[in-house]
């Protein structure tokens, strides 16, 4: 059974950074793309970033561009959200993507999901 499991949320002040990490198992991951994706009560599976399968390809959405770094460790088949300067808007559910050859930014072009993670973010 394909899982992936978020960690790392959580509420801090604006300013503050918060590291999320994403562990899959029942797959080999490090043969896939995985992307980080946010849902508000606006917006649902926002793009947030993503990264191939290597590690040596990432790309962002604007909004977080400068302020996120996404990284993968195959070794323990966990990627990582570094999130820095976190704002108000930042306030989430996270989610972590797994499946695609290469990164994209469509929710459609990953098959596996994880649960979430809650990240609010305070004024």
């Known amino acids: 059974q394909v899982q992936l499991v978020e960690s790392g949320g959580g509420e801090v002040q604006a300013g503050d950074s918060l590291r999320l990490s994403c562990t899959g198992s029942?797959?080999?991951?490090?043969?896939?793309?995985m992307g980080w994706f946010r849902r508000t009560p606006v917006k649902d599976r926002e793009f947030v970033a993503a990264?191939?399968?290597?590690?040596?390809?990432?790309n962002y959405a604007d909004s977080v561009q400068g302020r996120f770094i996404v990284a993968r460790d195959n070794a323990k088949s966990t990627v990582y959200l570094q999130m820095n300067s976190l704002k108000p808007e930042d306030t989430a559910v996270y989610f972590c993507?797994?499946?695609?050859?290469?990164?994209?930014?469509?929710?459609?072009?990953?098959?596996?999901w994880g649960r979430g993670t809650q990240v609010t973010v305070s004024s």
């Open positions: 029942g797959r080999t991951f490090s043969n896939d793309a």
């Open positions: 993507a797994a499946g695609p050859t290469i990164w994209s930014r469509a929710v459609t072009s990953y098959p596996y």
């Open positions: 990264i191939d399968f290597s590690g040596g390809n990432t």
